[in-house]
Nanobody, 117 residues
Framework: QVQLVESGGGLVQAGGSLRLSCAAS????????MDWYRQAPGKQRELVAT???????IYVGSVKGRFTISRDNTKNMVYLQMNSLKPEDTAVYYC???????????WGQGTQVTVSS
């Protein structure tokens, strides 16, 4: 199973940018996709973006056109570039490794992103 560690969160003003990183170690070869999720206070965790092993990227909802997911397979890293940030983007952001067998799916510990107005 893979271990995931997120970093790059912080406090930023509305309109600013942040780049989140997710470092993967362990059993990375069978991962089908890497996802970024976020969870705002009092809300359910929601999918933000996905990148698959086939190179497909998917963005969900209001982040389209503002966020970019990318991966560096040589470094076992996944990134989330977030531009034009809004206060409603404030949340804890998590990366997840997704396998064919969902029982193997793994989560990182999360990184806090706070966008001030």
């Amino acid at each position: 199973q893979v271990q995931l560690v997120e970093s790059g969160g912080g406090l930023v003003q509305a309109g600013g940018s942040l780049r989140l990183s997710c470092a993967a170690s362990g059993s990375i070869f069978s991962i089908n996709a890497m996802d970024w999720y976020r969870q705002a206070p009092g809300k359910q965790r929601e999918l933000v973006a996905t990148t698959t092993s086939a190179g497909v990227t998917i963005y969900v909802g209001s982040v389209k056109g503002r966020f970019t997911i990318s991966r560096d397979n040589t470094k076992n890293m996944v990134y989330l570039q977030m531009n034009s940030l809004k206060p409603e983007d404030t949340a804890v952001y998590y990366c997840r490794a997704r396998y064919s067998d969902s029982k193997l799916n793994s989560w990182g510990q999360g990184t806090q992103v706070t966008v001030s107005s």
